[in-house]
């Protein structure tokens, strides 16, 4: 969706290793987000986002207009159930359908051999592997790990609307998950204490608000499992995070 | 889905007669028939249907089995909303869908330049149409006239349920096709007339239920319009068939 941070061009980074031509496309695609949710705002700059992809060796941008994507009358939605259901599927109803429509759209205009996404958005992801296994799109889906800030804050567009202390109160989130993953390091199996070491680092944070915080199978984003996944709303901003507490915090 | 008979073959002929070479698929589509429809009982002869599309100078036949199509796990559905959402879509809920999510697959396994279809399921084919141009699908949707018994009955995989004396009640359908476009041809545009014509003659026939019997416009599938679209119980077998109006009634 552009607003380009280092986040997407470790993606680009680990495409241009393993193919020998990288496409990006850069599109705030409007089906994803809900009513009241911040299409309007999403950050834009085509200026900035160009010269990155210039400079990280990106051979080919793809930024198709809004009227493009989606003419008058266009009326098909691609829906992935069961993943896609619990957790950003019943926070943010119509969201994954959306995604799913566009990925669709996308693989279908680029093509393409691989398909390299972000840890960061762990839902979306298993939502597009299904997609891809279910609609037989030739592409291999990639996952690249989760690019943090020193502080652990996970790299994301929508940092940016967050005040100087809504910035400080974020790192909550890695702060939660690397407690979680400690604690399940030292042998701490008990889902229900997972759980309560999350929530209890993120109630601590009085600027955060809970939205979920769940340890669940990563491949049925259902509980019980070693995937923790939070989202949490710091003043208005609605932040995503997850880590595989079996494999650990680094970043 | 098989069981082919003169209509599929006419397909093959329009096809090979445009293009280097020509696949069929042959899928009998479970997640396209409702419960309680006919998904067992659906005509099923493959060595047949070999034999006819070889002589008919098929290259390649496509003939997954269902496991294959969707393996446990799959739940990828493809939706088309509005032009999918009357008629057929409200008489038989989840099939669009079902055709949909099928169509989507086949096209990209076959990767064709162009696909054909029969008139003879014309909401199917907007459906379709509809789906390639709004998933980027490079196919061009090509559509074949009807091809009908000498006494006009639309050919069907599913005529072969009919009894003796249903298939003679059968014929109302394109009989009521037929009277309704000669008033039209002789200046009739009431809608209510068209549709009562359609209705006088289906309900004349004792062994035949209607479903719905209604003129729509062929690119939206609502009324007003001048595409005759009919679906008919005779005894327990459901048939359908349509005209447009403007065009009148051959074959």
């Known amino acids: 969706m552009g607003a380009l941070h280092a986040g997407h061009l470790s993606l680009v980074e680990q495409a241009r290793s393993e193919n020998a ?3 990006v496309s850069v599109f705030v695609n409007p089906i994803q987000f809900g009513p009241g949710e911040d299409f309007e705002r999403y950050p834009r700059d085509a200026g900035r986002d160009a010269s ?6 990106v051979d080919s941008v793809y930024h198709p207009p809004v009227a493009a994507m989606y003419p008058p009358g266009s009326s098909t939605r ?3 159930a069961g993943i896609g259901d619990p957790l950003e599927g ?16 996308l693989f279908m205009a680029v093509e393409p051999d ?5 840890q960061k958005d762990a839902q979306q992801v298993a939502v597009i592997e299904r997609l891809a296994a279910d609609l037989d799109f030739p592409v291999e889906v990639r996952v ?6 020193p502080d652990g804050l996970a790299l994301s567009s929508r940092n940016g609307y967050l005040s100087p202390a809504e910035r400080q109160a974020a790192v909550s989130l890695s702060a939660a998950l690397r407690l979680a993953a400690e604690a399940f390091a030292s042998g701490e199996r008990r889902p229900e204490r997972l759980q309560g070491i999350l929530r209890a680092r993120l109630e601590a944070e009085p600027l955060a608000r809970v939205e979920y915080a769940e340890v669940v199978d990563p491949r049925t984003f259902r509980p019980p499992g070693t995937l ?4 949490v ?5 609605r932040l995503i995070d997850n880590l595989d507490l079996s494999k650990g915090f680094s970043g």
Request: proline share 4%; net charge positive.
């Open 78 to 80: 691609v829906h992935v």
């Open 228 to 231: 923790a996944v939070l989202a």
């Open 90 to 105: 019943a926070a943010r109803p119509g969201h994954f359908e959306g995604v799913a429509t566009v990925v669709s759209k």
């Open 144 to 149: 690249c790990p989760t690019v943090r800030e």
């Open 21 to 23: 031509i990288v496409v």
């Open 233 to 237: 709303r710091v003043g208005s901003t």
């Open 114 to 118: 691989r398909a390299y996404f972000g």
């Open 52 to 57: 990155l992809m210039a400079r990280a060796g």
